[in-house]
């Protein structure tokens, strides 16, 4: 079978952008692609074709291979909710808690699963192609590792590294990883690429040099920055505090940013509008007075989210800003905050207990062990969507009777205040829709652009397709991946 692995330097050097774009190039190249990824930390997710959930990233790279995201794509997804624990979800669904006291033992065993969804993978398409995760230099985490070089002997599977000159010491993170990983975690690596390079890269031939002296891996490349890459929904959460500058758009959206924001890549569609100025609150910083729209995101901890909201003040913001009479929608968690109770009888969050919401919304909460997880269409607002369940709470309520949205399969989802200015929704990807993102912006004054979110998406992929096909030597990649040089 013929595969391969990117890992990374480091977290955030761009890997699962150029995974993307790989699967693109290859595809555009006749090839049948399948992205993978063994275990993944984010809570940003999406539903699966076959009923589970996996990364965003995953699911974009399936998007970008052009099939279905499926289960098999990413095997184990962790998604913190909270500093020493996360939710671990094996296949698709929920399988309990693992926490730093066990997270080496407890991973161990889950190698047997990862493989086995690599193994059903490869069997549908002519490549995989692999990400890792953080780094391999991570070296006391090595024990019981599956995510990167445990995976990668395990299936031997050939590894390219990927450097970051932008955040500098390229040469010196590439170098020294050679230097600190074992003798047999190195024979796996055959090469490495340069990431995010700005300017003329003859500029850094010299330092290229130097890697492929000091590590005797070849080079395959130069990747210049890939400014189509902030068009693509971003998995890690670090993206935002990049994004909290205002802009100059004419309309003010505002989302704070949550200790465990999930699924915060439902506000993308937003940013294709010019007449909006989507702006990322960070820790610290107030609601702006001046917010048209205030959204509250998904969280993958609700009740220890809304106690962070309060400690920053930003619930003084939003009723202030309710009492002008402004709206405020919130997604799923987000949703669940606005009503006036939440209760966990099950601990599904840790200790359990009932805490009050902010109020806004005539409805309670009750967390329950069963996820909620499928794929949905319908109208809310006058707008047509498509989008998604993932939520873990049943809400009702006296707003119920009021819907957000009306589903095609019969059911309701959400609530609407009685004086209609708050709004809450179970469902992802909303905004998405050109009928929907263009419903909402009129009832605040501004006319969409009816732009196609998905045809942006794709279209942004080509673009890196063609980059990478440019800058990379691609099918020096594919001899690699059939198994020449190993």
């Not at 693109?24 to 009923?51: C, E």
């Not at 070296?139 to 000159?165: K, Q, S």
């Not at 119920?400 to 205040?417: E, H, K, N, Q, Y």
């Not at 673009?463 to 990649?477: C, G, K, N, P």
């Amino acid at each position: 079978m013929a595969a391969l692995m990117l890992q990374g330097t480091g977290s955030d050097v761009g890997k699962s952008v150029l995974v993307a774009g790989l699967c693109r190039a290859l595809v555009r190249r006749g090839l049948s692609v399948r992205p993978f990824k063994p275990q993944n930390m984010s809570n940003n997710a999406a539903v699966t074709v076959d009923g589970g959930e996996i990364g965003r990233a995953q699911a974009m790279q399936a998007f970008a291979a052009r099939v279905e995201p499926h289960t098999d794509m990413n095997p184990v997804l962790l998604k913190p909710q909270a500093d020493r624990t996360s939710q671990l979800i094996v296949h698709g669904k929920v399988r309990g808690t693992m926490g730093s006291s066990n997270f080496r033992e407890g991973r161990r065993p889950l190698l047997v699963e990862v493989m086995e969804s690599y193994h059903r993978l490869a069997t549908t398409c002519d490549i995989v192609v692999v990400e890792g995760a953080g780094s391999p230099a991570e070296i006391n985490l090595r024990a019981g590792d599956i995510a990167n070089m445990g995976f990668a002997r395990a299936a031997h599977v050939p590894v390219v590294l990927i450097g970051d000159i932008d955040r500098g010491g390229v040469i010196a993170a590439i170098a020294g990883t050679r230097m600190v990983i074992s003798p047999a975690d190195a024979a796996m690596i055959h090469g490495f690429i340069v990431n995010k390079f700005r300017g003329d890269p003859a500029l850094f031939d010299d330092g290229y040099r130097a890697i492929e002296r000091l590590t005797d891996w070849r080079g395959y490349g130069v990747v210049p920055w890939l400014s189509p890459a902030v068009r693509l929904p971003s998995e890690d959460a670090v993206i935002l505090e990049r994004r909290a500058d205002r802009g100059n758009g004419r309309l003010l959206i505002a989302c704070p940013i949550i200790p465990r924001i999930s699924n915060f890549d439902d506000l993308d569609p937003l940013r294709l509008e010019p007449g909006v100025d989507l702006m990322m609150v960070p820790p610290g910083q107030p609601i702006p007075a001046e917010a048209a729209l205030i959204i509250l995101a998904g969280s993958k901890a609700t009740i220890a989210d809304l106690a962070a909201l309060r400690r920053e003040g930003w619930d003084v913001d939003i009723i202030a800003h309710h009492r002008r009479g402004r709206p405020v929608l919130g997604l799923c968690g987000g949703y669940q905050m606005l009503g006036r109770r939440i209760a966990d009888p099950h601990g599904i969050e840790g200790v359990g207990g009932t805490v009050d919401g902010l109020g806004l919304l005539d409805v309670e909460t009750t967390l329950q062990p069963v996820k909620a997880l499928r794929h949905v269409t319908g109208e809310a607002l006058g707008g047509r969507f498509s989008g998604y369940e993932m939520h873990m709470g049943e809400t009702g309520g006296g707003d119920t009777v009021r819907p957000f949205a009306r589903l095609d399969d019969g059911r309701v989802d959400g609530a609407i205040s009685a004086c209609g200015t708050v709004m809450g929704s179970y469902v992802h990807g909303l905004f998405g829709d050109a009928g929907l993102r263009g419903a909402l912006l009129a009832h605040m004054g501004i006319a969409a652009t009816g732009q196609d979110y998905a045809a942006d998406v794709d279209r942004a992929l080509d673009e890196i397709a063609a980059s990478l096909e440019e800058h990379v030597d691609i099918t020096a990649l594919i001899a690699l991946a059939e198994g020449a040089g190993r």
